[in-house]
């Protein structure tokens, strides 16, 4: 059934900054209306987890945040049994608070969760919105205000960590990337105070490292790694110091490699 009313307007004054690559706030804010639960896709850093934030302020709803990890297991998210003050009893974890509460619950990098962690999704990404929960036989149907959000970087997963399309088809999805240049300084510029004239060349440069993803670096320079940088160029840091010391160095190990990245810095920079 769809909701009705939303506790804030898109765009309340409390939500976190975030600036839209796209239409993806609409996409979200209609997925929440309609109780559909939403796959985020894309690459470390580009800003999936400051747009759950922003759209959870916005929409006026609790947030869970779990940062999935190989040994995240089904009872990391459900709860289990704990002894206190001499007695045994039961601690909801992350997932159930949400379903009870009508919260938002964020799974970042779902794909590295134990298997057995999909399985407890299923039943809550389908029209049913239930969470079974066999250690004390309660079913549990989400409460009005539940949503379900997940995301995970495609390009950096291998064949043994991807999402199975059987569990990819019950999520609207949402494809976020490295916002374009120019919205990406006036990102950076109002997350560090670094004048924005002084940001743009950052901004190329970071492009510059992203273009050799695949090549000699895994990863290129998320949109957080240059916010780093230019904050502390902002607060009086060299600039070749600080690109070295947020740009660079995060990047890889191998010194050959880090020689060849700074021989670009100083080709774009000068």
């Known amino acids: 059934m769809m909701r009705q009313t939303l506790k ?13 690559q796209s239409d993806e706030r609409s996409v979200f804010t209609a997925a929440y209306a309609n ?8 690459p470390t850093g580009c800003g999936k987890t400051r747009f759950v934030a922003h759209m959870a ?12 990890h190989d040994d995240l ?21 992350p997932l159930t608070r949400a379903v009870r509460e009508g919260a938002i619950c964020y799974l970042d990098e779902v794909v590295e969760a134990r298997k057995d962690v999909t399985v407890v999704l299923h039943p809550l990404t389908d029209d049913r919105r239930i969470l079974p929960i066999d250690r004390t036989g309660e079913e549990l149907t989400a409460a009005d205000g539940f949503m379900l959000v997940a995301s995970y970087n495609p390009g950096y997963q291998n064949i043994l960590k ?13 494809e976020l990337d490295f916002p374009r240049p120019e919205l990406e300084a006036e990102i950076v510029a109002a ?16 492009g510059k490292l992203r273009d050799l993803k695949g090549q000699d670096l895994e990863e290129g320079v998320s949109t957080r790694l240059v916010v780093y ?10 600039v070749d110091r600080a690109v070295r010391a947020a740009m660079i160095e995060p990047l890889t190990d191998d010194q050959d490699v880090k020689r060849g990245l700074l021989d670009l810095v100083t080709a774009v920079l000068g």
């Open 8 to 20: 804030h307007e898109t765009g309340a004054s409390d939500a976190p900054f975030y600036l839209a």
């Open 162 to 174: 991807t999402l199975k399309p059987s569990t990819r088809q019950r999520f609207v999805s949402l």
């Open 35 to 42: 109780n559909l639960p939403v796959l985020l896709k894309g």
């Open 57 to 68: 302020a916005t929409l006026g709803r609790p947030l869970y945040t779990v940062a999935c």
């Open 229 to 238: 940088c230019a904050t502390l160029i902002a607060q009086g840091m060299n």
């Open 191 to 206: 997350e560090s105070g670094l004048e924005i004239s002084r940001v743009k060349p950052l901004v190329r440069l970071a």
């Open 73 to 93: 297991a089904a009872a990391d998210l459900i709860g289990r049994y704990l002894l206190k003050g001499g007695e045994t009893v039961w601690v909801d974890g």
